[in-house]
Each structure stands twice: as C-alpha cells, then as structure tokens.
C-alpha cells in the first residue's frame, strides 16, 4: 500500500492540495481507529511486528544506502548513530511493538465520574487526539515507534521524516500500511509527507483543522523551526542538555559507573549526560574523571575542574560548552561550591529535560528534586532511564520539555485527550 505522488515536480499548490487530502484520508481513518477495539489495534501492531521481521532484510538494505548518502554528505558521527538500523535495533522495535500490544488501552478509561444530586451521570474518558503530526530528522526507528503508539492509541498519524532517512522510512512506511491492511484497518492511518520535502513539512505546520496536534523531534534548529512557524498545536520536545551533580556524599564506585553509563552508552541520544558537576569537596570527583576519560571522554573543564583533571587531557570550557547537546564523547565539567550553585548552574543552562543527582545526603536528594523543574529529576540513577521503554510505556513520541498536557516521555496516555460524557433521564437545566 504504497504512496505515491502524481506530479514529478510539485507546485506550492498541488503539495498543499496533496497535504490536505492525505490529512482528510487520515481523519476518516482515525474513525475507525476510534471504535477499534483493543483486540483490533493489538493485531495491527503484531501485523507490523511481524512484517518488520520478514522484511527487515529490506529495511537493512535501505537504511544502508541511507547511510551511505549521508556518509559522503560528511553528516557527523553522532547524526549517523541516529541514522543507523542494524540487526538488533530492528530487534528492539519488533520488540518495542510487541510491548505495546500488551499494554492497557488508554482509550475509554474513566478519568472521574459521578453522579450529581439532581441524577446526571458523568464521566471524563480518554480519547484519542485524532490526526498527529509529526516531524522528526534521521531516526526511522521513530517511524515504528510513533506509528505503534499511534495505532494503539486510535489516533491517525502523518510523518516526516526528514531526508536523511529517506529511504528507510519509504521502506517501513510501505510494510506498516500493508500489516494494517492484512488486519483489516485503513493503510491511511500511517501517511507520510517526506516525498515533499521541506513544502511538505511546511503544509504540515500550516494545516490547522486537518491536523490536531503536531509532534516535533530532534535538535534545537528543527524544534524552533516548528514552534515559530506552526499553525498547528505543538508539543514541544526538547533537546537534552542534561547534567549530573556529584555531590560531597557520592560515592567514587557508584558515581563512575553512573556517569560511564550515561555518556558513553550511547552519546548520540538525547538522555545522555553532556554536563557534569562537581561538588568541591567531592572524594569521587579524581575517580569519576579518570574513568571517563579511560573510556574515551574528552572533558571540557572549567578552571577550577582543569586542576583536578590534570594530566588527563582536559581542555579549556569555554561558554558556548555549558549550552551544548553534544551527541558525542564531549562531555562539560565544572567545579561548584554546593548544591545551591549546582542548581543555580542547571537552572541557568537546563532545556529541561533530565536532571540527575548523585548523593548519599536525603536531605539534598530531596531539595534537588523539589527545586529543579525538569521533565525527569533523577537520584543515584542514570540519565539514560529518561525514556518511554525504560519507564514502562512501550516507547515514545518524545520527550516533552513543555507543561501543557504533557510532559515528559509522551507514551500511550499521553497521546490520547478526554471527552465529557453526560448521561441523563430527560434533564433540563432551571
């Protein structure tokens, strides 16, 4: 169930005609999404699960052209990780699916209900939003994950992905809209814009009342591109300049291992740590620095941390570090006094999303989490757990850095509304 585009070379008005009907398609297909059962919706995800494992040879095979386009356009090392689908990252979205179809349906939970004095009965339901939008760079494992959530929860979905991921998002979108149909639902609940380009991402912003609400992902540029430009709804999920504070109590062991985790696992996402800071006093901070640049960090130290660092390699911080999503083995370090400079710190730079703080004091575990006002605030854990499978939600649009509706990993819940539901016998108000 392939789409295709009619003219080789589109005008700004048959892209805006095409945008439009591919958004009408996908509000009629969202009408069935709603009334599907979840019986309905979790064969459509085991669908897609098991045709990604059939033709993941396919997805490979285009995902290396992918790769190898962008390798030539000299595209970083970091954007690369993003790009890449090998074996087990297929695995873990064929994985992720199958997760999703054992999770509750959000829809049709009851919110709050009761029944007032003069017997109307009422409810407040979750349902689905209806069209998502979304734009999203270099990540086809994103095509699954937001197409899965979509599904499950009866909400239609129209994509862009971006160019770098072209070919691999051609080759799942194609498999999912042919699962969908094999289980009896509308291929055009998963549509994409990418055969557009960037008019198609513009029509996409523009397209207020045929898009309910539009879901940008990826770094900074894209992100404020979609929030100054739509006309649509967005949620804004934001880029991770994530920090982790070791403070005086921390100890050596465990604060190495947390901070190797959290950079080097893998440095291109955007839960990775990209600034550390060091209680003054802190026996773990020689420790911590000397593992991380063991496994290959490149520290960028302020003064008082290019002390502690010496004969390690560090090199000078300057400002623009404190502000930076790396996406690689760089991460920023500097030396603070105690917890109220590091939260002066955080707050200063945070875009936030993940905050995390190491200690063995209770008292500042909790000032820490209740002063600093971040999507996920985090104690003696990684920043890497900042995501909707690790958290129990089966995947994730994003990570939503805003307070409207919703923040934080935006998983099944997240991507439905509620209605009012009012029950009554021939009522009418005095």
Not at 104 to 131: A, F, K, S
Not at 287 to 294: I, Q
């Amino acid at each position: 169930m392939s789409q295709s585009v009619t003219e080789t070379t589109p005008t700004a008005e048959s892209v805006a005609r095409e945008v439009g009907l591919r958004a009408d398609r996908a509000r009629t297909a969202s009408r069935t999404l709603a009334r599907a059962n979840r019986d309905w919706k979790d064969r459509g995800l085991l669908a897609i699960a098991a045709s990604l494992d059939e033709r993941r040879s396919a997805v490979m095979a285009a995902n290396a052209k992918d790769l190898e386009r962008e390798r030539a356009a000299g595209t970083s090392q970091g954007l690369l990780d993003r790009l890449k689908l090998d074996y087990a990252r297929v695995d873990g979205l064929i994985a992720a699916l199958e997760e999703l179809a054992g999770l509750p349906d959000p829809v049709g939970t009851v919110e709050r209900g009761q029944t007032l004095p003069n017997g109307l009965r009422l409810r407040q339901v979750h349902v689905p939003m209806g069209v998502l939008g979304t734009i999203y760079e270099a990540r086809p494992n994103v095509t699954v994950d937001i197409a899965g959530l979509a599904l499950k929860s009866g909400n239609a979905v129209l994509l862009r992905g971006g160019s770098a991921a072209a070919e691999s998002n051609q080759a799942l979108v194609e498999l999912i809209r042919d699962a969908l149909v094999s289980v009896g639902l509308p291929a055009d609940a998963v549509q994409s814009v990418d055969d557009f380009g960037r008019a198609g991402a513009t029509e996409l912003m523009g397209a207020r009342g045929k898009v309910d609400v539009l879901i940008p992902r990826g770094g900074r540029a894209l992100i404020q591109s979609v929030l100054e430009n739509a006309k649509v709804p967005v949620i804004e999920t934001g880029e991770g300049n994530v920090h982790i504070f070791v403070d005086e109590s921390a100890s050596a062991e465990s604060a190495a291992a947390i901070l190797l985790n959290a950079k080097t696992q893998r440095p291109s996402v955007c839960n990775t740590v990209e600034t550390l800071l060091l209680h003054a006093a802190a026996p773990a901070s020689r420790h911590v620095l000397e593992a991380l640049v063991k496994a290959g960090v490149t520290l960028h130290a302020d003064e008082r941390a290019l002390a502690l660092a010496d004969g390690l390699g560090a090199v000078p911080a300057t400002e623009e570090d404190w502000a930076r999503e790396y996406m690689s083995l760089d991460l920023a370090v500097a030396v603070v006094d105690d917890l109220d400079a590091a939260m002066a710190h955080i707050r200063q730079w945070t875009t936030g999303h993940t905050e995390a703080i190491l200690t063995n004091d209770l008292a500042h575990a909790e000032r820490f989490v209740a002063e600093i006002d971040s999507a996920a605030v985090i104690v003696n854990a990684s920043t890497r757990f900042t995501d909707g499978g690790q958290l129990g939600l089966g995947a994730e649009v994003g990570i939503s850095t805003q307070k409207m509706h919703a923040r934080g990993p935006m998983g099944l819940r997240e991507l439905t509304t509620t209605k009012w539901i009012v029950q009554g016998d021939g009522h009418i108000r005095s």
